[in-house]
């Protein structure tokens, strides 16, 4: 069984997030959200990047959107419960004489913490950046993992 | 210019699939960027997760579809706690209004960003003529 409790910063949508009434649920979030800033106004924590995490026994995943980012710009620091990613997208200048029609495409800084309910190894995050997609593996500390008890 | 600007989250926008889908899942519309020069017009699509082999690019009748899955083999392992994005098939289409040398077309991925480089045919390429007064 896996522990669950509550991250830190992040503390929306818990449980089986692609089932069908989730996904009509945010439409009608988005919908309310139309109208004006209430409560419900901000749908996950709205920090760029967006992330999504998994849970093992063991680990931690945190993965995130991060297309035309380099490694070499992110930054992700580990501290006993908090991972830091932090960096720059940068979209690169094209030639004079280029007329837009369109830019949708956005680039800046960014940063976002994300605590962890239980303990971590800071020590042995992986982290991998692949086709635009980063995923950060974050094994649970020794005394955070679940153990099996043995019935004498 | 943007250099220091910071990042706002976006959500993924979602679009209704051209045709009815075989499969389910939810159909995102890339952002673009898209400028022309006076040889080709260039796209640059975010594309993240794409892998090269999952990406389609079509042209014809002057009608550009860009239509992709991201592999769920993309997700992390373990039991989903919490989620702020989700993946699933990528889709745009553009008409093109200029003639486009579909033999010189270069299409190029990295980073989950492609690259489409549309060159125009010659004949579309402005010449300046220069007007004798006589």
């Given at each position: 069984m896996i522990y669950r409790t509550l991250f830190g910063v992040p503390r929306r949508r818990f449980g089986a997030p692609f089932s069908d009434l989730e996904g009509m649920r945010r439409q009608m979030e988005r919908f309310i959200n139309a109208f004006g800033d209430g409560p419900l106004a901000r749908e996950g924590a709205g920090v760029f990047p967006a992330i999504n995490i998994t849970e093992d026994a063991d680990s931690y995943y945190i993965s995130a959107e991060l297309p035309g980012v380099k490694s070499a710009d992110l930054d992700i620091n580990a501290t006993a419960n908090q991972l830091t990613l932090s960096g720059e997208r940068k979209i690169s200048e094209e030639a004079a004489g280029a007329r837009y029609h369109r830019r949708e495409r956005e680039a800046g800084r960014f940063s976002r913490a994300v605590a962890l309910s239980g303990d971590i190894d800071p020590d042995n995050v992986k982290a991998r950046l692949v086709d635009g997609v980063l995923t950060v593996t974050i094994p649970?500390?020794?005394k955070a993992r679940p153990r099996q008890v043995a019935i004498q | 210019m943007t250099d220091t600007k910071e990042l706002k989250v976006r959500e993924k926008q979602e679009v209704a699939s051209p045709a009815e889908l075989t499969k389910p899942?939810?159909?995102f519309a890339p952002n673009v960027d898209i400028f022309e020069t006076e040889k080709a017009i260039?796209?640059?699509?975010?594309?993240?997760?794409?892998?090269?082999?999952?990406l389609n690019v079509d042209l014809r009748d002057d009608t550009l579809t860009l239509t992709g899955d991201v592999s769920p083999d993309v997700g992390t392992p373990g039991?989903?706690?919490y989620v702020e994005y989700e993946t699933g098939r990528y889709y745009r289409q553009f008409a093109?209004?200029?003639?486009?040398?579909?033999?010189?077309?270069?299409?190029k991925l990295s980073d989950g960003?492609?690259?489409?480089t549309l060159p125009k045919v010659e004949?579309?390429?402005?010449?300046?003529?220069?007007v004798q007064a006589g």
């Open positions: 649970k500390a020794e | 899942g939810p159909v260039t796209l640059l699509v975010d594309m993240p997760g794409m892998k090269a082999g999952d039991e989903k706690v093109l209004s200029e003639v486009i040398a579909q033999e010189k077309i270069d299409a960003v492609l690259r489409l004949k579309a390429v402005p010449r300046c003529i220069t």
